[in-house]
């Protein structure tokens, strides 16, 4: 876009606490402009805090961030009207239509009521919900919501756009619908900060990643360099009997590498930075009479990235005696 700045958002030391709990404790960023660049980490890591720190929302306790070019403390107003933020939960009117809710934020925004009208229904079309604009959100499904949601952020097309787990409790074809959205965001010139815990989402989407977890940045770069960072591989097995994962992990955690279990009950991985120690590991499954079903050897996913890196998989809760961030900042307001 026209005048804006090679660095989309740029953060130094940044720190935040509610109360005895640091929610962010010193976070440096550099976000290149026209990128769609993730924030990861698990729930309680600090991500909604940072976020909310950059689109003026909650003020700094420490350090700087320019946001486009602007102060985010001196020169709040001007971050927030370049700027939009679709946070976690859906902030549309649930007693109003689709097109009633878009209206209202054109006209709110200043448009005029038949350039707010023509601007609603530009957007109920290109975000596939225009079958269902009158009718009220409350009996819209999820990902319509969520669609609608990011259609009311745009109404005014902002420079740089907060998505704060914008796919959490969606579909997988809801959650593409909003893939699908992002990335044509992107190839219009936006910027997009993508705040998830879903290693995959950042996976597909994004060009560059921050990893923090407990209020601190732990790892940075695209998503190759941070599989490529943590090791040359990472065996993937799926057990006959589901019943004996548990037994499998303790195996594979003591001969091969840190094991994550994966969704399917009867998989697991572990990370391998050494093939014989994968073939000594699946021998000695072998002479415990674990059966196995199949397995292969390659690539870390990001999911074994994030395990290498903290210890403890992506998708978990606050660490004891921490509180999500959307919790601490409702405590602060």
């Known amino acids: 876009m026209t005048g804006q700045p090679a660095l989309a958002v740029e953060a130094t030391g940044l720190q935040k606490s509610f109360g005895d709990t640091r929610a962010v404790a010193g976070i440096d960023l ?12 698990p729930n309680g890591a600090g991500k909604t805090t940072t976020i909310r720190m950059l689109a003026t929302l909650v003020r700094p306790d420490a350090g700087r961030a320019r946001v486009l070019g602007h102060d985010v403390v001196t020169e709040g107003d001007a971050v927030r009207g370049l700027v939009s933020l679709t946070g976690q939960l859906a902030s549309v009117d649930e007693e109003l239509t689709g097109r ?17 009208r023509a601007r609603a229904d530009e957007l109920l079309e290109a975000f596939g919900v225009a079958a269902a604009a009158g009718k009220l959100v409350k009996h819209w499904s999820g990902g319509m919501r969520r669609r609608l949601d990011i259609a009311a952020s745009l109404v005014v097309t902002p420079q740089l756009v907060f998505l704060d787990e914008p796919t ?31 290693l995959e989402e950042a996976d597909q989407l994004a060009d560059g990643i921050v990893v923090i977890d407990h209020g601190r940045v732990i790892a940075e770069g695209t998503p190759g360099q941070l599989k490529a960072s943590v090791g040359t591989g990472a065996l993937h097995v799926r057990l006959v009997d589901p019943a004996r994962r548990a037994e499998a992990a303790r195996v594979l955690e003591s001969l091969v590498g840190p094991v994550a279990l994966e969704p399917d009950p009867a998989a697991l991985s572990a990370t391998c930075a050494d093939a014989r120690r994968a073939a000594i590991g699946m021998g000695e499954l072998g002479r415990a009479g674990v059966g196995i ?41």
Request: charged residues 20%.
């Open 30 to 41: 550099a976000v290149p402009a026209g990128a769609i660049y993730g924030v990861l980490g």
């Open 168 to 198: 959490t409790g969606l579909d997988p074809r809801s959650r593409n619908q909003v893939w699908e959205i992002a990335r044509a965001l992107v190839a219009e010139g936006t910027t997009i900060l993508l705040c998830t815990q879903y």
């Open 100 to 116: 009633e809710n878009l209206v209202l934020i054109g006209r709110l925004l200043g448009h005029r009521r038949p350039a707010a």
């Open 293 to 333: 079903a199949d397995f292969s050897l390659g690539r870390p996913s990001l999911d074994e990235v994030f395990l290498a890196l903290t210890g403890h998989p992506a998708r978990t809760g606050p660490a004891a005696g921490e509180e999500p961030a959307a919790t601490l900042e409702e405590q602060a307001s």
